[in-house]
């Protein structure tokens, strides 16, 4: 499977300029052989823009994404902000190459006052699901940056585990090394695509990553705007969990002694 993520800083608060951007970025991408592309969190709308997300959020963006997906032949890993009547998410959704909803994620953990102010948090974890031949599941920003979450997917057999963020200074050692370890401890294959530029205070610091199993950053990006583009290769993370057995040497008699689950 060829994988790639746009990072962009995009048009905060400018949903036709984010999708037109989106389209030309599925066309270009169709033209390197790309088969799923995946965008940063909230992409749509942008991140840090304030009290307008209430109503951006009530734009169909998954159905005009779906509609490009079509067009270009092309899966989309796209991040949102999720309107509903109980109150907005932060989401995001994987839609194959015919438009159809494969996997739907909500961030479970919510960063700081910014998240807290808009979003309700996600209550079920991501699910594993079957695409391309691989064991694929989601997550948004935060959300990678606790090992017992990422655990928990790659036991229920995730291989390639997806990752909209909108990371920020001054985090950039979690772009650069915490999502390699992330991959490492679990032997399993992991894009990690973030924004660039600013958002009123918020300065992100891009370095979007595609990490293999064994911590190789297979693409990467430094602060420009870039299309990453790297190739998943089946049966790399089976083979991968063998040699490095870190799921299967885990002491869980012990663990449960010391009042741990994970």
Known sequence: MRVAGLQTAGTPGDIDANLRELDSTLARAAGQGVDLLITPELFVTGYDIGDSLYDLARFD???AVRAMAVAHGMAV???YAEHTPAGLY???VLLDRNGAEVLHVRKLHLFGDMDRAYFLPGTHPSPVVSFGGLRVSGMICY???FPEYVRYVAQAGCELL???TAQMEPYLFSARELVRTRAWENQIYLAYINHTGRERDTVYVGNS???APDATVLAQAGLEE???VADIQLGVVERAQHENPFLTDRRLDVYR???LTA
């Open 61 to 63: 963006a998954v159905g």
């Open 257 to 259: 002694e010391m009042g």
């Open 162 to 164: 997806l990752v909209p």
């Open 90 to 92: 932060n989401s995001a």
């Open 226 to 228: 870039a299309l990453i």
């Open 77 to 79: 890993m796209l991040g």
């Open 209 to 211: 990553r595609i990490i």
């Open 143 to 145: 959300d990678v940056e």
